[in-house]
Nanobody, 117 residues
């Protein structure tokens, strides 16, 4: 299983950010599997942002819920993080993860996003 994040490396404050995770070796519609977005800001720990499961049901970190949404394109086997109104505090390495905390957990390599004018 391989996961690959893609998206802009630099975003201006107040803009929206979209990152896509392309999955190979597994289907994002496989029963009982969830697909998450995690980030790590400089000098901080991992932060779970949200997830979309095999049925398309989404769950979000309450602290980010007002600015976050996750969608998917099953035909492309991809899922996408949308984060609105970014600030410099959203600067982080963003990871997509399969089955976080469970057997069969896989991580993407991560993608750096910097929010700066």
């Amino acid at each position: 299983v391989q996961l690959q994040e893609s998206g802009p490396g630099l975003v201006k404050p107040s803009q929206a950010l979209s990152l896509t995770c392309s999955v190979s070796g597994a289907s994002i519609t496989t029963n009982y599997v969830s697909w998450s977005w995690i980030r790590q800001a400089p000098g901080k720990g991992l932060e779970w942002m949200g997830a979309i499961d095999y049925s398309g049901t989404t769950t979000y970190n309450p602290s980010l819920q007002s600015r976050t949404s996750i969608s998917r394109d099953a035909s492309k086997n991809q899922f996408t993080l949308h984060l609105n109104t970014v600030t410099p505090e959203d600067t982080a390495v963003y990871y997509c993860v399969k089955s976080i905390g469970l057997p069969g957990e896989f991580w993407g390599q991560g993608t750096q996003v910097t929010v700066s004018s």
